[in-house]
């Protein structure tokens, strides 16, 4: 996926030497980083960076949508599939800060799970049980049988059933984020804004938000805005 911004030194440059109030700029476009900060020197030499402000499930989720509108909807599965494994493990460490477990702990244990899905799943599972007496919803068996038949035998899906796909981790996702923001707004996003990319010292910063999914973004109280208006955000009808 690529991301694309206006340089802004360009931008007040020409704004303050033209002094007109409409002008024609062309695009920084750059191809998306897994830390989602991007130092860019645009064709005046002008440097500053953009920031991604979002994290990995919110941003793999983007790449999901961006790969369905350009047609690639094996990719587009991959990437929900990520985005979900990485939403488990948000919810993981925000359980562990809400409990006040000290963060070396955290991390060292993260270490021993880190490159095990199952182990984060059922870390997940477990974690959520406690906290809310009751078993998480996972995805359903048709589901979980189309990701590995995708993922593991090379099953080449429409792009109509990866967007069923995407709906499902969409509402899986934003499910459990509207029970955190409804019983524990504050301190859910204290700790949210707390892991979001940062660019520090690095001069003039230019932030881009996720499209699909972005907890910065609510109306009447919650993220949750639906999945038809995910796909509007990227054109897809």
């Known amino acids: 996926m690529k991301i694309q911004q206006l340089c802004p030194h360009c931008v007040k440059s020409k704004f303050k030497s033209s ?22 020197t645009c064709d005046k030499g002008h440097s500053f960076v953009i920031v991604y402000n979002g994290l990995k499930f919110e941003i793999l989720f983007d790449v999901a949508m961006s790969a369905i509108r350009d047609g690639y909807a094996r990719e587009a599965v991959s990437s929900f599939v990520a985005s979900l494994e990485r939403f ?7 359980f562990a800060y809400s409990t006040n477990v000290d963060e070396r702990s955290l991390l060292n244990a993260w270490k021993s799970i880190s490159n095990q899905s199952e182990r984060q799943l059922g870390a997940y599972i477990f974690l959520y049980l406690v906290k809310n007496k009751k078993e998480p919803e996972l995805l359903h068996n048709k589901n979980t049988k189309f990701r590995n038949s995708v993922i593991h035998k090379g099953y080449i899906p429409t792009i109509e059933e990866a967007l069923i796909f995407g709906e499902s981790i969409y509402n899986l996702i934003m499910r459990v984020v509207t029970e955190l923001e409804d019983s524990e707004g504050k301190l859910f996003k204290t700790y949210y804004q707390s892991q979001l990319p940062r660019a520090i010292d690095r001069g003039w910063v230019v932030n881009e938000s996720p499209k699909s999914i972005n907890l910065n973004l609510t109306k009447e109280g919650t993220s949750n805005l639906g999945f038809e208006y995910a796909k509007k955000q990227f054109c897809i009808v």
């Open 88 to 94: 488990y493990e948000f919810y993981i460490k925000y």
């Open 19 to 40: 002094g007109l109030s409409t002008l024609l700029f062309s695009f920084e476009q750059r191809q998306l980083s897994d830390s989602a900060v991007h130092e860019v």
